[in-house]
């Protein structure tokens, strides 16, 4: 499978979390989108990986997603080892990405932030003609950064999600034993976890984003790179 988009991620969840909305935007344009999670999030402390393997499922088809794996890091150590990273190449070289999505690399959680490093450099490895893969060299065209986590970074550009924003909600909450606080009160876990507030910290982020491009919801993005204009008379958002 060629894909158009993948979103590289650490756990399951962060991608619907992150950039959603976006996902869904693109498929909805007829783009083919793909999801690779690093790790099956097996250290997390609600849910097991055979449950979130299946709100994984569920959210993957809200989303319309065309291709998911995992890629079986070892959740909380996830790190740009040379193992892993051929292993990310190599799923690089099947499914051959234009435009990859990775986490900001900037982060709490350090498998957020090592999973920055190694989707970049697993993405240039893919690229070396000698390296010792299967497959035909490809490199992706363009690496988008995912920024959503963080409010008082500027992004270089956001994505309007508005007419997707129900849909994105739908696919965070598939992931019922993380997000559903009513579900665990009745189990009476008794137990406090920062993701107990993230959804509605991410809605509120998804908004905040949103207004600076006079939409409802917006997801953030930034790219290390300059981005090229051709009609600055059809550029988007008012200035004054």
Known sequence: MKLDLLAIAAHPDDVELTCGGTLIKMAERGYKTGVL???????????????????????TKIMGVSWRQILGVPDSDVQASRQHKLSLAAVIREVRPRTVILPYWDARHPDHYHASTLGYEGCFLA???????????????????????????????????????????????????????????????????????????????????????DVKYGEPFLVKELLKVEDVMQMGVRSI
């Open 127 to 213: 690229g070396l003609k000698q390296a010792p893969l299967p497959g035909e060299a490809h490199r992706p065209f363009k690496i988008l950064y995912s920024t959503a986590f963080v409010a008082d970074l500027r992004p270089s550009f956001v994505v309007d999600i508005t007419q997707q924003y129900e849909k994105r909600t739908k696919a965070i909450l598939a992931y019922r034993s993380q997000f559903l606080p009513k579900v665990r009160s009745k189990r009476k876990s008794g137990v406090y976890l920062a993701i107990d507030e993230l959804v509605d910290q991410m809605n509120q982020l998804a908004r905040h984003f949103g207004q600076m491009i």
């Open 37 to 59: 999670d690093l790790t099956a999030g097996e250290m997390g402390t609600r849910g097991t990986p055979e449950t979130r393997a299946k709100e994984s499922a569920l959210a």
